[in-house]
């Protein structure tokens, strides 16, 4: 029992004079004595009868509390467990109202008090900590390789381990992200809505977006993530990026897998050093040009030596071999009316932008690789060459 405590079971104050014989007593023995014996009644109720000078019910649950004795009355707490348990309870405001006999706004400050202290305390030796272990906070994240070397991982599955934990965070977010893009759109400066969310409109949306794209060259990754991850890391933004161009319906181009086949072929005749001059969507991406607020990706470049492969399917660029210019062969093109006329036009159009630009462009019809490979390949070796 605390110093506290103690108030709960206050004393009847002595000298005490019994209200039946008007009898004085001194002591709480001689009154005890008195009650057992001369008037042979029992305790609890001579008290509630002749003294009764407090409150005798329980703090928590509002019934009788437990009779003390007959100098002390009773205490303001009921037997069941639980009032007894809520009694004890130090992290609560009641219980500690009950202890300290006190207010609820004094219970209030004390905690507010009593947290702030503890925080104090431990952020005190957090940063003690961090100044004695650089590497405190590390050995802390499930995503650092410090916290598995703790765990007792040799550094190379804990480079493994924490690697894999950024990948399933990694995952996780974009799940989140795919389910409900809208919703997080905006907060992106890669997306046009946090352009348009900040006043800007579409076109100068989509110049903000290539601004940004631009400078995040692949030195830069490079010396973000090393050589090797560096240049994963660049390949996959940039599909990515190219990908979200294509869905915002911003982009003049997408390629097909069999053109993909080709490019590897030529790019087989390559020399080492040469092939980081080569560009095309599954290598790296595809190089492009801008005209007016559009982007023109082109289906193989060498930016090196000047020259652009455009590889066609029949359908999609009309084949003028096959087409005549009022057909419409596009399989899936909103404009009912898109004639081989307009598609031949668009197509003039995108190369004389890469001819201003100092290439030389080829164009490779799709029904002309399939029926002759390997002549194909090498037409475009000796184009290249050239
Ligand atoms: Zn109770």
């Known amino acids: ?47 509630d009868v002749y003294i009764n000078h407090r409150d005798n ?28 348990k809520k009694s004890f309870n130090s992290h609560s405001v009641q219980g500690f109202m009950y202890r300290n006999m006190c207010s609820k706004e004094e219970a209030e400050r004390f905690f507010k008090l009593e947290n702030e202290r ?49 990948n399933d965070i990694h995952s996780k977010t974009s799940i989140k992200l795919k389910a409900n893009p809208e919703k997080y759109a905006s907060k992106y400066p890669t997306k046009k809505e946090y352009y348009l969310s900040k006043g800007f409109n579409e076109k100068e949306a989509a110049q903000k977006i290539s601004e940004i794209q631009n400078r995040f060259s692949l030195k830069k990754c490079i010396e973000k993530y090393g050589k090797e991850d560096g240049e994963v890391v660049f390949v ?21 897998k069999i053109s993909q086949v ?24 595809e190089y492009f040009l801008k005209k007016d607020s559009y982007i023109y990706l082109y289906d193989f470049c060498d930016i090196k030596k000047k020259k652009i492969i455009e590889y066609n399917g029949d359908q999609y660029h ?20 898109w004639t081989a006329e307009k598609i031949w036009e668009k197509d003039a159009s995108k190369i004389e932008l890469a001819k201003s630009s100092g290439f030389e462009v080829l164009t490779i019809w ?21």
């Open 1 to 47: 029992m605390n110093a506290d405590a103690k108030k709960r079971y206050k004393d009847i104050e002595f000298p005490f004079t019994c209200p039946i014989s008007n009898r004085t007593f001194e002591t709480p023995q001689g009154l005890s004595c008195y009650v057992t014996k001369t008037l042979k009644t029992n305790h609890e109720e001579y008290y």
């Open 57 to 84: 019910t329980c703090f928590f649950c509002g019934s009788k509390g437990k009779f003390i004795s007959i100098s002390k009355g009773y205490r303001n707490l009921c037997e069941s467990v639980e009032c007894v």
């Open 118 to 166: 503890q925080l104090n305390k431990r952020l005190k030796t957090q940063s003690e900590l961090r100044r004695v272990d650089t590497l405190w906070d590390k050995k802390r994240s499930r995503n650092c390789k410090e916290f598995w070397i703790e765990k007792g991982h040799s550094e190379a599955e804990a480079v493994l381990k924490s690697k894999e934990v950024m």
């Open 236 to 256: 996959k933004r940039q599909e990515k990026w190219q990908q979200s161009l294509v869905d915002n319906g911003n982009v003049k181009g997408g390629y097909s």
């Open 262 to 285: 080709l490019f590897y072929q030529i790019l087989e005749q390559y020399n080492k050093r040469d092939i980081n001059n080569v560009f095309f969507w599954t290598k790296n991406r």
């Open 318 to 337: 009309a084949n003028p071999k096959i087409y005549e210019k009022n057909d419409t062969p596009h399989p899936y093109h909103k404009d009912k009316n």
């Open 366 to 386: 799709d029904s002309e690789y399939r029926k002759n490979p390997q002549q194909t390949i090498e037409k475009c070796i000796k184009f290249i060459n050239e």
